[in-house]
């Protein structure tokens, strides 16, 4: 599971709409998600990526490298789309797209995906308590990413659609230090 969506700029966001919106009207919402999972590891690769975004690379040869990894099973939705942007030269939202359909597809499945950091790894029971908090919280099924993040000290940050609830000791070091920074000192004393 990635949380890139978040990520997408508005065009990409807009083309991963379109085609969330046409795979749910064809009932193909299963058969995108899959094809959006096969260009997002092929967009991963930065080797790939860089030539797909090359404006000096032929249309042609673009569209036969997308056609080779994505492949010719791919829903004909996918396909489209990957016309579509051929023919507008937009290619290089080709790596926003995948994360912009999975947050659509996410909100229509009552999902929120998130990342939670923690200074030391994070044992499954452990994540599956806060995801359950989480989703208690929210109403809706939290999906968290568990990351480390050495440089918390202790506790937990957790970054939810887009909103960061920090429970880390570097949080609360960083809240205290700003609260000193602000404070004003009294008046000092005739003796001073």
């Known amino acids: 599971m990635t949380t890139t969506g978040s990520f997408a700029g508005p065009a990409a966001r807009r083309y991963a709409r379109a085609i969330f919106e046409a795979a ?3 009932g193909a919402l299963e058969d995108v998600a899959a094809d959006m999972d096969v260009l997002e590891g092929v967009t991963s ?11 000096r690379i032929d249309d042609a040869k673009r569209s036969s490298i997308l ?9 004909s939705l996918t396909q489209n ?3 579509v942007l051929a023919r507008r030269r937009r290619h290089s939202l080709l790596s926003e797209i995948p994360g912009a359909f999975r947050g659509f597809l996410d909100a229509h499945s009552g ?6 950091e923690t200074p030391l790894p994070m044992d499954d029971a452990a994540l599956q ?14 999906l968290l990413e568990s990351t480390q993040e050495p440089s ?4 937990v940050r957790v970054t939810l659609d887009g909103v960061r609830y920090d429970g880390s ?4 070091l960083d809240t205290i230090q700003g609260r000193l920074a602000q404070a004003e000192l009294g008046p000092r004393s005739q003796n001073s």
């Open 24 to 26: 749910r009207s064809a």
């Open 45 to 55: 690769d930065s080797s790939i990526s860089e030539w797909i975004a090359d404006p």
């Open 67 to 75: 056609e080779r990894e994505v492949g010719a099973k791919a829903h």
């Open 81 to 83: 789309l990957l016309q």
């Open 111 to 116: 999902r929120v995906c998130g990342v939670v």
């Open 129 to 142: 308590e806060l995801e359950k908090a989480f989703s208690e919280s929210t109403g809706k099924q939290v």
């Open 152 to 155: 918390l000290l202790g506790g």
């Open 169 to 172: 000791v570097r949080g609360r």
